[in-house]
């Protein structure tokens, strides 16, 4: 388990697309986290707790390391480029 001098990181990783997100983009979200959460080395190890959903945002609620949440950002970059004109990929903690 990661933790940050005994606290352990909850991150919020946040797709923002421009245009509303269709099922089949969302599906592809969860689809890309959900297969990082699993073939992720122990440096980028996470914990998939949730993902929110609206019209033009996924929303992902994980625990894990600062790498690993910005290796999601780079997967989700990279592979969904395309929904992000004039979107974007934020994180941020979450402090419990």
């Given amino acids: 388990m990661v933790s940050y001098r005994g ?3 909850m991150w919020s990783v946040t797709l923002v697309s421009e245009n509303k ?3 089949k983009n969302k599906n592809l ?6 297969n990082e959460s699993h073939k992720a080395t122990r440096k980028y190890k996470f914990i998939l ?3 929110l959903e609206g ?6 609620i994980i625990e ?4 690993a949440v910005k290796n999601i950002k780079d997967v989700l970059k990279n592979n969904l480029n395309h929904m ?3 979107g974007n990929i934020q994180y941020f903690p979450i402090f419990m």
Avoid: Q, T, W, Y
């Fill in 29 to 34: 979200i969860v689809e890309l986290i959900d």
């Fill in 21 to 23: 997100l269709s099922n």
């Fill in 64 to 67: 894990g390391g600062e790498c």
């Fill in 7 to 9: 606290i352990k990181m």
């Fill in 55 to 60: 019209n033009n945002f996924s929303e992902a």
């Fill in 49 to 51: 707790h949730n993902i």
């Fill in 84 to 86: 992000l004109v004039n």
